[in-house]
């Protein structure tokens, strides 16, 4: 009996492992094409911090080519998630939440730039000053060019490197 049960156990880890190994390619690839692929490691949103605040960005993207006149309600479910990594060119819209209540009680600036040829920022679009006491700040812009930008968020007077994050944005890299 006691050989009856070990040799069935053998046979149901055998047959485990050889799914594993037919079926994980398949999933891999199935991940790849709806873009969660752990290997290129652009999870749908992303912890930032400095020293003393953390924020959680989630970008949503929309294709260029997907942009159409249709009802932005049928429209909404076509943007996809990303991190700091945009595949291309289209609108963008930055979610931004503040996990600390300390910040969502003082003015918070959130801005979004892009570095020229030279390495120079140039500003693209930013959010004022405001209180966001929900913690969610949310900047919606079109990117036309592909390359290098960069999403910063300022706490309060922004004094120090520690009061504001810093997020290299790559587009279409």
């Not at 290129?40 to 960005?57: E, T």
């Not at 009680?105 to 801005?111: E, G, I, K, P, R």
Request: glycine share 4%.
């Amino acid at each position: 009996m006691r050989q009856e049960i070990s040799s069935k156990r053998v046979i149901s880890i055998i047959v485990v492992m050889v799914s594993m190994v037919v079926l994980y390619p398949q999933w891999q690839a199935l991940r790849q094409m709806r873009g969660l692929s752990s290997v290129d490691k652009n999870q749908p949103s992303c912890l930032k911090v400095s020293d003393f605040y953390a924020v959680q960005l989630t970008t949503y993207f929309l294709p260029t080519a997907a942009d159409d006149d249709s009802d932005p309600k049928d429209k909404a479910w076509r943007y996809n998630q990303y991190c700091d990594r945009i595949p291309g060119t289209g609108k963008v819209v930055f979610t931004v939440d503040l996990m600390e209540q300390d910040a969502r009680d003082q003015s918070v600036v959130l801005s979004f730039s892009r570095y020229d040829s030279a390495g120079h920022l140039a500003l693209v679009k930013a959010l004022p000053a405001d209180l966001h006491p929900r913690g969610v700040l949310t900047l919606d812009t079109a990117i036309v060019e592909r390359g290098k930008y960069l999403l910063k968020v300022a706490f309060g007077k922004a004094r120090t490197k520690d009061e504001i994050i810093e997020m290299p944005i790559l587009v279409g890299e």
